[in-house]
């Protein structure tokens, strides 16, 4: 596929994901509408500091909202659908928040993509969706379980995408990345925090250490979802993107201190521990589909993307933060 020229949608584009993602589409080309959240300040998320914001056009709005989807989706060929809430600590105070946003905008994404004829949906999930792992690694066909209120509001999304595609013929790509991480990331995650943490002193505090995560670094999930929607063997298809790799959290902090220097004091803290039975203990992809529909793998050591945040971070100094845990 030539990007040159197309118009492309990318919803939650202010974001971490997103910013990387409408970039690096401008770089290709094409015609990059993006849709971030409206606000009283008119601030666009991380596109404000992006060279590429002159080569965009911006819409503020809310994907929750009917109108706000439609006018955004008018005259667009491709939709890259991430928009989401995210953080899933606020999910267990929030739940209907989650169900509306991620659920209900997903059905306005979908309802006003299939109404003008667009020729491709990218509709971006998360690993979350399948809970604890019972096999490993994980392929598309693993069970989906609801292990937090975010988990089940991406289900949800994920399965109206389903049935859009087979009641409507919607051509849409279900793309599912394990943990991403990278620049911009917020300190909300875990990787960041460990970073943010550790250029503040030595001691890190998290949440339980033993869980395992496939981590994922931003360019190589950017480069997922565009191949994702390059791909007309994919449509129609849930497509896992990760490495492959797992880490258990409390030797990815290690690792992290390793390739800053420091050696770092690991502290537990209750408030950051999931609900016993909400956590998910075990994730890690098969990559094998997207190989095989995408011609994707990634290209990135975690040792590599960790060593590249690392350095991002460094570079923002003082204003990092100090890795508090945050809803």
């Given at each position: 596929?030539?990007?040159?020229?197309?118009?492309?949608?990318?919803?939650?584009?202010?974001?971490?994901?997103?910013?990387?993602?409408?970039?690096?589409?401008?770089?290709?080309?094409?015609?990059?509408?993006?849709?971030?959240?409206?606000?009283?300040?008119?601030?666009?998320?991380?596109?404000?500091?992006?060279?590429?914001?002159?080569?965009?056009?911006?819409?503020?709005?809310?994907?929750?909202?009917?109108?706000?989807?439609?006018?955004?989706?008018?005259?667009?060929?491709?939709?890259?659908?991430?928009?989401?809430?995210?953080?899933?600590?606020?999910?267990?105070?929030?739940?209907?928040?989650?169900?509306?946003?991620?659920?209900?905008?997903?059905?306005?994404v979908l309802q006003a993509a299939l109404d003008?004829?667009?020729?491709?949906?990218?509709?971006?999930?998360?690993?979350?969706?399948?809970?604890?792992?019972?096999?490993?690694?994980?392929?598309?066909?693993?069970?989906?379980?609801?292990?937090?209120?975010?988990?089940?509001?991406?289900?949800?999304?994920?399965?109206?995408?389903?049935?859009?595609?087979?009641?409507?013929?919607?051509?849409?790509?279900?793309?599912?990345?394990?943990?991403?991480?990278?620049?911009?990331?917020?300190?909300?995650?875990?990787?960041?925090?460990?970073?943010?943490?550790?250029?503040?002193?030595?001691?890190?505090?998290?949440?339980?250490?033993?869980?395992?995560?496939?981590?994922?670094?931003?360019?190589?999930?950017?480069?997922?979802?565009?191949?994702?929607?390059?791909?007309?063997?994919?449509?129609?298809?849930?497509?896992?993107?990760?490495?492959?790799?797992?880490?258990?959290?409390?030797?990815?902090?290690?690792?992290?201190?390793?390739?800053?220097?420091?050696?770092v004091a690991l502290e537990t803290e209750a408030?950051?521990?999931?609900?016993?039975?909400?956590?998910?203990?075990?994730?890690?992809?098969?990559?094998?589909?997207?190989?095989?529909?995408?011609?994707?793998?990634?290209?990135?050591?975690?040792?590599?993307?960790?060593?590249?945040?690392?350095?991002?971070?460094?570079?923002?100094?003082?204003?990092?933060?100090?890795?508090?845990?945050?809803?």
């Amino acid at each position: 596929m030539s990007w040159s020229g197309r118009s492309v949608l990318v919803t939650g584009a202010g974001g971490f994901i997103g910013s990387h993602l409408a970039e690096a589409l401008v770089e290709c080309g094409a015609r990059v509408r993006a849709m971030v959240r409206y606000n009283a300040l008119g601030r666009r998320g991380w596109l404000d500091a992006s060279d590429c914001l002159g080569s965009m056009e911006i819409i503020a709005g809310d994907f929750s909202d009917r109108d706000s989807v439609r006018t955004a989706v008018a005259g667009t060929e491709v939709i890259f659908h991430l928009g989401a809430l995210i953080a899933i600590p606020y999910s267990y105070r929030a739940p209907v928040s989650y169900l509306r946003t991620n659920a209900e905008g997903t059905l306005n994404v979908l309802q006003a993509a299939l109404d003008h004829g667009v020729s491709r949906v990218v509709h971006t999930s998360t690993s979350e969706v399948y809970g604890t792992a019972r096999f490993a690694p994980i392929t598309e066909e693993h069970p989906l379980q609801g292990q937090s209120p975010y988990a089940a509001s991406k289900i949800a999304a994920d399965k109206m995408a389903e049935a859009f595609h087979l009641s409507f013929g919607l051509p849409v790509v279900t793309a599912r990345p394990f943990n991403t991480y990278g620049p911009r990331q917020s300190l909300r995650a875990v990787v960041p925090t460990i970073i943010a943490q550790c250029l503040d002193g030595s001691r890190v505090r998290l949440g339980h250490l033993h869980p395992t995560r496939d981590l994922n670094y931003v360019g190589d999930t950017v480069n997922g979802l565009i191949a994702a929607a390059e791909s007309n063997a994919a449509i129609g298809r849930t497509v896992n993107l990760g490495t492959g790799r797992e880490i258990a959290i409390g030797d990815l902090a290690r690792l992290i201190g390793d390739l800053m220097g420091r050696e770092v004091a690991l502290e537990t803290e209750a408030e950051r521990n999931r609900p016993e039975a909400s956590e998910v203990n075990r994730l890690m992809a098969d990559n094998a589909l997207a190989a095989d529909l995408l011609g994707w793998r990634p290209a990135t050591s975690l040792e590599d993307g960790l060593q590249r945040t690392i350095n991002w971070f460094r570079d923002r100094g003082d204003r990092v933060g100090r890795g508090d845990f945050a809803l």
